[in-house]
């Protein structure tokens, strides 16, 4: 008598690979499980066998593959052959089919028809004389057929309704474990909706049935859970079943932000069908303000990490300061590095650059790999423009600009051209408001004005252009740097739109964080800040990356309530005060 799916031994397997099929790529990584529907707890990722495969010598690993899987070139020196891959899949397969001769092995994947053309490849390559010796069952097609209502169905989808978390690299190890979860999960669901307790049944009803159409979508959080929250602001939490922590928000109304998730056809980004597909469970916390709660906010997404919060994590996220000629950079701010607080990585890279051909007066030459030039375009070598291209653009630049490049320092030319450019922008964006409003145009502004850069078609005059661009966007850090030291150590008081006017909200930062929150009467004179002596060098270095991005929620929360049209001022001493004049003025510059 035939094995049930519950007992029915298999290999849970995945595959990761440089492109999307074997003509446009090569397997980089395969690992699989071997397991039965029937445990009582799926052996996790350890209990399988994983190898990264070694490529052709002409073949690398692209950019966002690296940057999905987190394999590098160095990870591949631990490399074997496909060949060897292939056997060993041979023999855990004859494992898992032992006392069955001839049995094709039952092999589960999630949405085969990426893997499979890779397997049909090496068995061709290592074993054509043979029969293709697995039964390939696929958990999407089985999912899509018995669950076409949730809103998303890819592998961590699936798995995470389940309540299965996983890491956030893509690397064979943790799919194959999810695919063993998954498979798990599916059988108990096909012999109670369906029936289906054997193999053959499975794979005739995936042969007589299609997946039917989507008619709404369903999530798998209680209705109950987010229909009594209260029209109050706050953050709220999603949860995975199990309490595993999805996704940190803030709300103005917790009840109205929550439930606009769940409306009928509500546009989401794909990651957020991914959570919600995922969430099951929710816990909020009310605050006082929406300013409170954006602060909460991004202070509990640095401190938890949820992994569909993607703008705020920390990750390898770090701050940096540089020296005044841009050419250098370091952790502290000190007498040979006062410029930053500034984000550090690409912008770093090419202030830097910019610095030494300032500095240096350095000539663009012939070598297609002239970092400097590349790191000044913040664009990878492989996608800039070819070296003649490059050199007439550097010389636009450099007729454009020639007074300033021959009159002021690295630091001057940089944050007064900046100036310039970004005073321009400003003008170019109430220019095309003012067409929008005329012609009804709903097109976004900001595509409109920001250079495509990267993958685009290079002109001498595009090359001046990005090199502008970069020197705008730098600039603009550095007086958002100013601001930040600025802003934590600040007294700030607003009104809410629920305040009747005899109160206002208060809240005192020292050293970038919170001392002092709450209600006081309208008619009281806000103090200055306990640190508003503080000098702007201790000011530097106490900003680290969570009070960075402290900084940055507390100043779009001040363009909010101006954008509202409510009181709001501002103290930074004894004798600095802004109110709503002077912190609109300011705020368009940072």
């Known amino acids: 008598m035939s094995a ?24 980089l990584e395969m690992g699989w499980i071997q397991t039965s529907a029937s445990l009582d707890r799926i052996a996790d990722k350890s209990a399988g066998q994983t ?41 855990s397969a004859g494992q898992a ?30 074993g054509p004389a043979g029969p293709f010796p697995f039964q390939i069952l696929c958990t999407h097609e089985i999912a899509v057929r018995l669950l076409p209502d949730i809103p998303r169905r890819g592998i961590r989808a699936i798995a995470g309704y389940y309540g299965h978390s996983m890491p956030e690299l893509k690397r064979s190890a943790d799919h194959a474990a999810a695919t063993a979860f998954i498979w798990q999960s599916l059988v108990r669901l096909l012999n109670t909706n369906c029936g289906i307790s054997k193999l053959d049944q499975l794979i005739d ?25 209260p029209d109050k602001p706050g953050i709220y939490r999603m949860l995975r079943a199990g309490g595993n922590l999805l996704y940190i928000g803030k709300a103005k109304s917790l009840k ?27 816990d909020v916390t009310p605050t006082g303000s929406a300013l409170e709660a954006a602060l909460l906010e991004s202070d509990e997404i640095k401190r938890h990490s949820p992994p569909y919060n993607i703008a705020l994590r920390r990750r390898q996220r770090r701050l940096a300061f540089c020296t005044k000629d841009l050419a250098r950079h370091a952790a502290v701010a000190h007498d040979d590095y006062p410029v930053g607080p500034l984000p550090a990585g690409q912008i770093i890279e090419a202030l830097a650059a910019l610095g030494l051909w300032l500095r240096d007066r350095v000539r663009i030459d012939g070598d297609r790999h002239n970092c400097l030039a590349y790191s000044l375009l913040t664009v990878p070598a492989e996608y800039a423009p070819e070296i003649d291209c490059l050199k007439q653009g550097f010389e636009i630049f450099r007729q454009h600009h020639r007074r300033r490049l021959q009159h002021q320092t690295p630091l001057r030319f940089l944050t007064g051209l900046g100036a ?28 409109q004005l920001e250079d495509s850069g990267g993958r685009q078609t290079w002109t001498p005059e595009a090359v001046c252009t990005a090199i502008e661009s970069m020197i705008r966007h ?14 934590s150590e600040s007294s700030l008081a607003w009104s809410s739109a629920e305040q009747t006017g005899q109160t206002k909200n208060l809240m005192v930062f020292e050293n970038g964080a919170v001392i002092h929150r709450g209600e006081v009467k309208a008619a009281v004179k806000i103090q200055p800040p306990p640190g508003y002596a503080n000098s702007f060098r201790a000011r530097q270095n106490n900003v680290d990356l969570i009070t960075y991005d402290r900084m940055r929620v507390v100043t ?7 954008s509202e049209g409510r009181y709001i001022e501002l103290r930074l001493g004894p004798k600095v005060t802004l109110g709503r004049r002077k912190l609109t003025k300011a705020l368009r510059w940072i």
């Open 556 to 562: 779009t929360e001040l363009r909010r309530i101006l």
């Open 256 to 282: 109205q932000r929550v439930n606009s998730y769940f409306r009928p056809k509500a546009p989401h980004a794909e990651h957020i069908l991914e959570m919600l597909t995922q969430a099951r469970g929710l």
């Open 51 to 91: 190898y990264l495969i070694r490529l052709p010598a002409e073949a690398a690993i692209p950019r966002a593959v690296q940057r999905i899987t987190g394999i590098s070139e160095e990870n591949l020196k631990a490399a074997v052959s496909s060949k060897i891959v292939w056997e060993n899949l041979l023999a």
């Open 4 to 27: 049930t799916l519950a007992d029915l031994k298999i290999l849970a397997l995945d595959c990761q690979a440089t492109g999307a099929n074997p003509v446009r790529g090569h397997l």
């Open 474 to 487: 730098s600039a603009h850090l550095i007086r958002r740097a100013r601001w930040i030291c600025l802003l």
């Open 205 to 229: 009803w995936l042969a007589a049935t299609r997946p039917p159409g989507r008619s709404t979508r369903a999530y798998p959080m209680n209705p109950r859970l987010r229909q009594q929250l």
């Open 97 to 126: 089919v032992s006392g069955l001769p001839g049995a094709a092995c039952p092999v589960v994947i999630h949405f085969a028809r990426y893997e499979t053309p890779f397997l049909q490849k090496l068995h061709r390559e290592n």
């Open 420 to 447: 310039k450019l970004w005073q321009e922008k400003l003008a170019a964006a109430a220019l095309a408001e003012t067409d929008e409003k005329k012609q009804g145009n709903q097109d976004d502004l900001d595509a």
